[in-house]
């Protein structure tokens, strides 16, 4: 026998923080994957395939390899919720940073911040009157990311919405 009214969508709540998804910053996000992001994009190439990655990149993997266990234990992860943008410690649970998605008006990728070889980007969170909320550094595939941001922002405006309506009815 049930003792619990089933959700419409398993495991989502409008009174419960769910997370939707875990983003770890890629070793673009310090000084040194930038660093051999320039090394590796110096010299041209035929197609998608570069001088410079057949030369440095074998010469220069240790290092990407002690960048990226570097991030692993000093680094910071995101975490999107149904509520928020936050950003924590990869080990521990102190939150660092938070940004309210009812308070995100755009999500956007900066243009200068892109880098090829790594395929990252910063995304900033800015507020209505123009702020940034957050800036969010070497993030993979940063398009897709903004857009489970987006998507997360615009199901939390409908619910509250939704909510509003709900809770007028009485």
């Known amino acids: 026998m049930l003792t619990k009214k089933p959700q419409a969508v398993a495991g989502v709540s409008a009174t419960y923080e769910n997370v939707i998804e875990e983003l770890y910053p890629s070793i673009a996000s310090i000084w040194l994957g930038q660093l051999l992001n320039s090394l590796y994009e110096s010299l041209p190439g035929y197609g998608q395939v570069r001088l410079s990655y057949l030369i440095f990149v074998p010469l220069t993997w240790p ?53 090829a070889f790594f395929r990252t980007g910063d995304v900033r969170l800015s507020s209505a009157d123009g702020g940034t909320l957050m800036l969010m550094r070497g993030i993979p595939y940063p398009e897709r990311f903004c857009q489970v941001i987006l998507e997360a922002r615009d199901a939390r405006k409908e619910v509250e919405a939704s909510m509003n309506t709900i809770r007028n009815r009485k």
């Open 63 to 115: 290092l990407g390899l002690l960048g990226y266990f570097a991030m692993k234990v000093f680094g910071s992860k995101y975490v999107v919720t149904n509520r928020a943008v936050k950003r924590y410690p990869v080990l521990g649970f102190q939150l660092l940073e938070e940004a309210t998605l009812a308070n995100i008006d755009r999500v956007t990728v900066d243009p200068d911040s892109k880098l």
